[in-house]
């Protein structure tokens, strides 16, 4: 197995994961890209030359899919966005290597487990213009001690759970926001969305694909399986 695989399926969950939505004009299908900046600690920061500096992701009703290439491989991620449950493809060319690792909503919870919760969500009303989007700013805070601020906008409504389930307490769609994922701090902030046809999206496992667990990946070494 390549050297590369390992950590590139690790970047690719981390920038994965999303918002919870409430507004104005509601969008079912589409393209959502944002910018990503990492704050890593020093056991995190080999992975940090994989981890992208945007996350574009595509969705279709309650599946979203997103596609990562890392060296030769190219892995993508659908997740089922209502009931947790997810599809993890890895394709290796030059190796003729194709990996399928199914997930569960158990295996979410799992990961999200040691993440800092978020509660206390605030609006300031202060406002400012992002892209095209009315937004307020909102503080918030977790339950280690820290303190953060998002920008949310009532202006388009993004299916619930597209960019994760952090922010059930904002009334509006966050499109600036500082979050985590197995133990990785991150900050987003929406680039672009593109309302288009996509899809449809399935999670059922390829022909020709081997499946794996998330372990049994993760396990994989260079220079071989």
Known sequence: MLKSIKTGVLAAILVSTAIFAHAQKKITEGTVTFGVEYSLTPEQEPMAAML????????NGNISKMEMQQGPATITVLANISDLSSLVLIDVP????QYAVKGTKADYEKEKANDPK??????TGEKKTIL??????YTYKDDKGSTYELWATNDIELPAGL????FTGVKGTPIVFTTFNRGVKSTATLK???????GPFSLDVPKGYDVK??????QMQGGGQ
């Open 132 to 137: 095209t989007y009315s937004a307020e700013k």
């Open 52 to 59: 992208p500096a945007e996350s574009k992701i595509k969705f």
């Open 118 to 123: 978020f509660s206390d969500f605030k609006a």
């Open 192 to 198: 672009s969305l593109v309302e288009e046809k996509t």
């Open 94 to 97: 030059v190796a003729q290597l």
């Open 163 to 166: 960019i994760g389930r952090d």
């Open 213 to 218: 667990t998330m372990e049994e990946i993760m």
